[in-house]
């Protein structure tokens, strides 16, 4: 079994804004469903997006301190499932398979691919990148 991540070790504050971001995210959905209102998730999974760019712009994620790089990359995951959550609410999904960053680099084809072809940076890859087509998509 893995460790638990140590949240406490995020202390940028670039990262702090993000997580109050994501924080928002139940809030958020009861206002527009209040308000009936869908623009407010899809203004709050842009704002999520323009947190994350300011956080991965200003935050080293790839570090040599193993606890503080779980902190960021789970940080990382956590942005993406939130803005991939949001979209999925307004009927919009969105899926980067890992293949697609694997397959070039490792000449490996669909029925050949398994996950022993992913490494920990291709997984990194993965989440930067899905965020990317996110915030390039809105």
Known sequence: PSKPVNYSLITEQDAIELLKEINRFPSVIKDAADKYEPSVVARYAVDVAQA???????????????????????????????ISEALNLLGIYINIWPYNLVKEKENVSRETFSISHITPGTILNYIVIDIIVFDTFL
């Open 52 to 82: 994350f760019n300011k956080f991965y712009n200003s935050t080293r994620i790839n570090v040599d301190d193993v606890e503080l790089k779980n902190a960021r990359v789970m940080l990382t995951y956590l942005t993406k499932n939130t």
